[in-house]
């Protein structure tokens, strides 16, 4: 029995990982240290017992800074027979300091293993996340992961079933991460701009534009003919903030990076919010053109669980 808080775009939670700290404005309300406060209380000791010192007992949803990593649990994504969609540590941060190296290779050995299910790592720590999958390597006739030196390069990327990302709530957040989210290796990368806390555009990283010239080889920057686009993210996903403090964010922030999505052919995924200058009420009448919930090819077989 575990605890399940899984966020509306996955069909499963696999905490791996609990507890965290905060690091920036987007934690002053972390919805993840709220739920553990609350199974902290939960009747079922299997649920209570292993968020025991993970919140303050006086305040609800403040973190103590003790985060618990789970072995006993690393191999659950192998017994799950059906496809899912499948949020990891929802209720923490997989690459926490305090998270060491060893579970983090095996949690990508299962990840890698478990191909039938499309995993969502979400981190506030893409310079770590960066600087691990630049060390990640296959062997591909074993079908496993290991760990070279650092600064080892892999000669695979991630799968396309694993999806890399980081959270951003504002500009400032976006520009310091997402360039380290860029660093790593992988297939498939994206970004949960959540809690939106202000506009945030994601215009110049969308998409990397490239042209092949015969002569110089690859050039880029800003090229108006024979352009060959990629995306670099695969999935953006928004939600403003929510619960009895929620700050209130502007359906028109939303808006724009729907447009910047759409612009750029990379799936969007609005999870509404707190309802601008009415508090702690839901976005319970989300306007008709924000209903977007589109996913990524590969995630889009995640049965409902
Ligand atoms: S990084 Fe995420 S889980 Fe950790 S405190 Fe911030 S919002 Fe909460």
Same mark, same amino acid.
């Given at each position: 029995? /575990?605890?399940?808080?899984?966020?509306?775009?996955?069909?499963?939670?696999?905490?791996? !990982?609990?507890?965290?700290?905060?690091?920036?404005?987007?934690?002053?309300?972390?919805?993840?240290?709220?739920?553990?406060?609350?199974?902290?209380?939960?009747?079922?000791?299997?649920?209570?017992?292993?968020?025991?010192?993970?919140?303050?007992?006086?305040?609800? @949803?403040?973190?103590? @800074?003790? *985060?618990?990593? %789970?072995?006993?649990?690393?191999?659950?994504?192998?017994?799950?027979?059906?496809?899912?969609?499948?949020?990891?540590?929802?209720? #923490?941060?997989?690459?926490?300091?305090? *998270?060491?190296?060893?579970?983090?290779?095996?949690?990508?050995?299962?990840?890698?293993?478990?191909?039938?299910?499309?995993?969502?790592?979400?981190?506030?720590?893409?310079?770590?996340?960066?600087?691990?999958?630049?060390?990640?390597?296959?062997?591909?006739?074993?079908?496993?992961? %290991?760990?070279?030196? !650092? @600064?080892?390069?892999?000669?695979?990327?991630?799968?396309?079933?694993?999806?890399?990302?980081?959270?951003?709530?504002?500009?400032?957040?976006?520009?310091?991460?997402?360039?380290?989210?860029?660093?790593?290796?992988?297939?498939?990368?994206?970004?949960?701009?959540?809690?939106?806390?202000?506009?945030?555009? =994601?215009? $110049?990283?969308?998409? $990397?534009?490239?042209?092949?010239?015969?002569?110089? @080889?690859?050039?880029?920057?800003?090229?108006?003919?024979?352009?060959? /686009?990629?995306?670099?993210?695969?999935?953006?996903?928004? #939600?403003?903030?929510?619960?009895?403090?929620?700050?209130?964010?502007? *359906?028109?922030?939303?808006?724009?990076?729907? $447009?910047?999505?759409?612009?750029?052919?990379?799936?969007?995924?609005?999870?509404? #919010?707190?309802?601008?200058?009415?508090?702690?009420?839901?976005?319970?009448?989300?306007?008709?053109?924000?209903?977007?919930?589109?996913?990524? =090819?590969?995630?889009?077989?995640?049965?409902?669980?």
């Amino acid at each position: 029995v /575990t605890a399940r808080r899984t966020p509306d775009y996955t069909t499963a939670s696999w905490n791996v !990982v609990l507890g965290c700290s905060p690091v920036g404005p987007g934690c002053d309300n972390c919805v993840g240290a709220n739920a553990v406060h609350r199974f902290g209380r939960h009747p079922d000791p299997r649920i209570a017992v292993p968020m025991a010192g993970l919140t303050t007992p006086e305040r609800r @949803g403040t973190w103590t @800074g003790k *985060v618990s990593h %789970y072995w006993s649990r690393l191999d659950e994504p192998t017994r799950w027979v059906k496809p899912r969609r499948v949020a990891v540590a929802p209720l #923490g941060d997989l690459f926490h300091e305090a *998270v060491e190296d060893a579970f983090l290779i095996d949690a990508f050995r299962t990840m890698h293993q478990a191909g039938r299910h499309a995993f969502f790592v979400l981190t506030k720590h893409p310079r770590r996340m960066a600087e691990f999958s630049r060390s990640l390597c296959f062997d591909e006739r074993a079908d496993d992961v %290991y760990r070279a030196g !650092v @600064g080892g390069r892999p000669y695979l990327p991630l799968a396309p079933h694993v999806f890399v990302g980081t959270s951003v709530e504002d500009q400032q957040r976006a520009d310091e991460r997402i360039p380290e989210l860029l660093r790593a290796e992988a297939a498939r990368r994206w970004v949960a701009v959540e809690p939106m806390l202000g506009p945030v555009d =994601l215009r $110049d990283r969308l998409i $990397d534009a490239y042209r092949w010239d015969f002569l110089a @080889g690859e050039r880029r920057g800003t090229i108006t003919r024979d352009i060959v /686009t990629e995306p670099r993210f695969h999935f953006v996903v928004c #939600g403003g903030e929510t619960g009895p403090s929620a700050r209130p964010f502007d *359906v028109a922030w939303v808006r724009a990076l729907r $447009d910047q999505c759409r612009a750029a052919g990379v799936p969007f995924w609005f999870r509404g #919010g707190a309802r601008p200058a009415r508090g702690s009420v839901l976005l319970d009448a989300v306007p008709a053109d924000l209903v977007v919930q589109e996913l990524p =090819l590969e995630a889009r077989d995640g049965t409902q669980v």
